[in-house]
């Protein structure tokens, strides 16, 4: 069965957007081959830029009307509410990656990012194309494809020592990271999703494998 036109049109927008949004994995991809203040040089002019633009679009008519003639159809309905005065998704991706690689191990940096950009994207599109169960604010279907896509990114993401219990710490922030983006709560899920999966990974390293340095993966450069 096909979607009324105004659907098809909007989860054409969605597939434009989450297209978009999977070039981001250039950031874990290069951050493993390159030390943290390499990638933290690349990074935080990038978000700078990325959020003078926004704060340009969202405060100064003249670069807000610019802005929306050529990428107004790739922003959500709360990017465009002026009163909401909301920062784009890629901004958000760019502050979280920042954010990680500057406070947080590589290998969980790496992992967390990963897990934003492709499960964020296996649910937004499974689960607007094919959600029929509701689960908290999202669907279940949707939730679904974001774990198993999360395990997936967990299975192939560096590890300290490849030990068994990294892949279950993974898997176990990949589950709770679902939870989070299923919620919808205030914060951007560009934001919420990795730092919920670098902090829990995180705890229960500290936890469950005590003894593992976890900077390992930082001074291999």
């Given at each position: 069965m096909s979607l009324p036109p105004s659907v098809e049109e909007s989860y054409g927008t969605e597939i434009i957007r989450k297209g978009i949004h999977l070039f981001s994995l250039l950031i874990p991809v290069v951050y493993y081959f390159v030390p943290k203040w390499t990638a933290l040089a690349m990074l935080i002019p990038m978000t700078l830029?990325?959020?003078?633009?926004?704060?340009?679009?969202?405060?100064?008519?003249a670069i807000g009307r610019i802005y929306n003639t050529y990428f107004g159809f790739l922003l959500r309905s709360h990017e465009q509410n002026e009163r909401g005065r909301r920062l784009t998704g890629a901004t958000y991706v760019l502050l979280a990656a920042t954010l990680l690689v500057f406070f947080f191990p590589k290998v969980i940096a790496i992992t967390a990012i990963s897990v934003l950009i492709i499960s964020d994207t296996s649910a937004a599109l499974v689960g607007r194309r094919f959600g029929k169960h509701r689960f908290m604010r999202k669907s279940l279907e949707g939730a679904g494809a974001f774990f198993v896509s999360g395990l997936l990114v967990v299975a192939l993401a560096p590890k300290v020592e490849y030990a068994p219990a990294e892949y279950l710490i993974g898997a176990a922030a990949a589950l709770l990271a679902a939870v989070v983006e299923a919620s919808a709560i205030g914060l951007d899920d560009n934001l919420s999703i990795p730092l919920t999966v670098g902090g829990v990974m995180w705890i229960l390293y500290i936890l469950f494998l005590p003894a593992m340095n976890l900077f390992k993966l930082d001074g291999m450069i």
């Amino acid at each position: 069965m096909s979607l009324p036109p105004s659907v098809e049109e909007s989860y054409g927008t969605e597939i434009i957007r989450k297209g978009i949004h999977l070039f981001s994995l250039l950031i874990p991809v290069v951050y493993y081959f390159v030390p943290k203040w390499t990638a933290l040089a690349m990074l935080i002019p990038m978000t700078l830029v990325c959020g003078l633009a926004d704060f340009g679009r969202l405060f100064v008519p003249a670069i807000g009307r610019i802005y929306n003639t050529y990428f107004g159809f790739l922003l959500r309905s709360h990017e465009q509410n002026e009163r909401g005065r909301r920062l784009t998704g890629a901004t958000y991706v760019l502050l979280a990656a920042t954010l990680l690689v500057f406070f947080f191990p590589k290998v969980i940096a790496i992992t967390a990012i990963s897990v934003l950009i492709i499960s964020d994207t296996s649910a937004a599109l499974v689960g607007r194309r094919f959600g029929k169960h509701r689960f908290m604010r999202k669907s279940l279907e949707g939730a679904g494809a974001f774990f198993v896509s999360g395990l997936l990114v967990v299975a192939l993401a560096p590890k300290v020592e490849y030990a068994p219990a990294e892949y279950l710490i993974g898997a176990a922030a990949a589950l709770l990271a679902a939870v989070v983006e299923a919620s919808a709560i205030g914060l951007d899920d560009n934001l919420s999703i990795p730092l919920t999966v670098g902090g829990v990974m995180w705890i229960l390293y500290i936890l469950f494998l005590p003894a593992m340095n976890l900077f390992k993966l930082d001074g291999m450069i």
